[in-house]
Nanobody
Framework: QVQLVESGGGLVQAGGSLRLSCAAS????????MGWFRQAPGKEREFVAG????????NYADSVKGRFTISRDNAVNTVYLQMNSLKPEDTAVYYC?????????????????WGRGTQVTVSS
């Protein structure tokens, strides 16, 4: 019912910025909480940021708080992740996902819809 496609990844130097986008299909996009996750080679997937269906509340991993900003534009079915002050430790494949509540997104449990990811590489 919902398809998610990430874009905006690439190679950037430490201290630089990238803006990721997640474009969603489906009329029900505005009813879903959305989140960003990342996975580095050899490591488990981890939660990065989440946002409620109406954008009223957000949640961030401690490692990105103050550097990353999640936002959404329901008019164009898109969620964004603005990444500033990037560090080599941020290097990973970034995925977006949809869930019924922000709590569910933060937990990363039972999420029905996932994108295929976009690579972010931060060089030193």
């Amino acid at each position: 019912q919902v398809q998610l496609v990430e874009s905006g990844g690439g190679l950037v130097q430490a201290g630089g910025s990238l803006r990721l986008s997640c474009a969603a299909s489906g009329r029900a996009f505005s009813t879903y909480a959305m989140g960003w996750f990342r996975q580095a080679p050899g490591k488990e997937r981890e939660f990065v940021a989440g946002i409620t269906w109406n954008g009223a509340s957000t949640n961030y991993a401690d490692s990105v708080k103050g550097r990353f900003t999640i936002s959404r534009d329901n008019a164009v079915n898109t969620v964004y992740l603005q990444m500033n002050s990037l560090k080599p430790e941020d290097t990973a494949v970034y995925y977006c996902a949809a869930g019924s509540t922000l709590s569910r997104v933060v937990q990363g449990s039972s999420l029905q819809y996932w994108g295929r990811g976009t690579q972010v590489t931060v060089s030193s």
